[in-house]
């Protein structure tokens, strides 16, 4: 089992910056390729941004390339999203996830979930 708490989120203004980190523990946190998705209300759950194990490369959906910069700490079990020049339109749940293996844009494919951070983003 691996046990994800996010934080970080909260009210900010379009054009501003939030940080939300996503703590982890229980299996070896190393092992594990994390994602990051968000939910808007009546919208299906999104790929953000994904990095593998050891965090030699990452991905992002399209909506936030150039915007936001996913990170890991395996020292410290920790995933980050730095979110830059945010929109009305990023405001969502954002979640981290825990899969063994390679990065997936499908939530489907994730086997470990947090319990998601608010984001709001007002114009």
């Known amino acids: 089992q691996v046990q994800l708490v996010e934080s970080g989120g909260g009210l900010v203004q379009a054009g501003g910056s939030l940080r939300l980190s996503c703590a982890a523990s229980g299996r070896t946190f190393s092992n594990y390729a994390m994602g990051w998705f968000r939910q808007a209300p009546g919208k299906e759950r999104e790929f953000v941004a994904g990095?593998?194990?050891?965090?030699?490369?990452?991905y992002y959906g399209d909506s936030v390339k150039g915007r936001f910069t996913c990170s890991r700490d395996n020292a410290k079990n920790t995933v980050y999203l730095q979110m830059n020049s945010l929109k009305p339109e990023d405001t969502a749940v954002y979640y981290c996830?825990?899969?063994?293996?390679?990065?997936?844009?499908?939530?489907?494919?994730?086997?470990?979930w947090g319990q998601g951070t608010q984001v709001t983003v007002s114009s």
């Open positions: 996830a825990a899969r063994l293996s390679t990065v997936a844009t499908t939530h489907r494919e994730y086997d470990y």
């Open positions: 990095i593998t194990w050891s965090g030699s490369n990452t």
